[in-house]
């Protein structure tokens, strides 16, 4: 209460009451020739005025600082357009993910998940709705564009490592391809 504010100036108590609070008596000497009287009540709440004035200046010359430091270091929004695939940011839907299974832990939950399609974009609010196949009906399928990114199919030319590898047929005992399941007979837990 007693610390001046960097951004203001001021002491909290200053701005509340007008003054500054008293320091050890023994340490300031206290000027005894002006009387009660002698103080302007008028004066004081000009005097609490003023400097409330000058620490709104200094609040917002201080907030007009640190917006500015702060534009320097952002990007601008990326721009999706209907149809197009994004990446959808799982940080605020870890929950959803970790339910599904007993065994999910966080430390392993993926950051980003997807891609989605972009069925409605709203660029002026930056704000795109996505399609997700077997979203829940009361999920929220419209996200900011903070959370989305551009979704980039992989290289294979220029990264072969990083080709996905597509599983070939189940071959069975008796030498016999299968590629589809027709029933689940037994399941393992």
């Known amino acids: 209460m007693n610390t001046v504010n960097s951004s203001t100036g001021f002491t ?12 050890v008596p023994l340490l300031v000497h ?16 000009e005097h609490l005025h003023l ?6 200046d200094a609040f917002l010359h201080v907030k007009v600082n640190q917006a500015h430091q702060t534009n320097n ?17 799982m940080k605020n839907r870890c929950h959803n993910y970790l339910q599904k299974n007993k065994n999910h832990v966080a430390k392993f939950v993926p ?5 989605y399609i972009v069925e409605s974009a709203y ?18 399928l419209t996200f ?22 597509h599983p ?12 589809f399941i027709e029933k689940i007979i037994n399941e393992c837990k």
Request: aromatic letters at 8%; zero cysteines; hydrophobic letters at 30%.
């Open 12 to 23: 909290g108590f200053q701005l509340h009451l007008g003054r500054s609070s008293r320091v």
């Open 168 to 179: 070939g047929p189940i071959v069975t005992k008796d030498g016999i391809e299968e590629y």
């Open 144 to 165: 900011h564009s903070s959370h989305l990114k551009p979704w980039t199919p992989n290289d294979n030319e220029l990264f072969p490592q990083h080709q996905h590898q």
């Open 73 to 89: 270091h952002h990007s601008s929004d990326p721009a999706f357009a209907v149809g197009d695939k994004v990446w959808l940011a």
């Open 51 to 56: 400097d409330t004035m000058d620490a709104q």
């Open 30 to 45: 206290i000027d005894d020739s002006a009387s009660a009287e002698e103080i302007d009540a008028a004066e004081v709440i």
């Open 111 to 115: 950051r980003f998940n997807g891609p």
């Open 123 to 140: 660029p002026e609010l930056s704000t795109y709705t996505l399609h997700i196949p077997g979203a829940h009906k009361n999920t929220w």
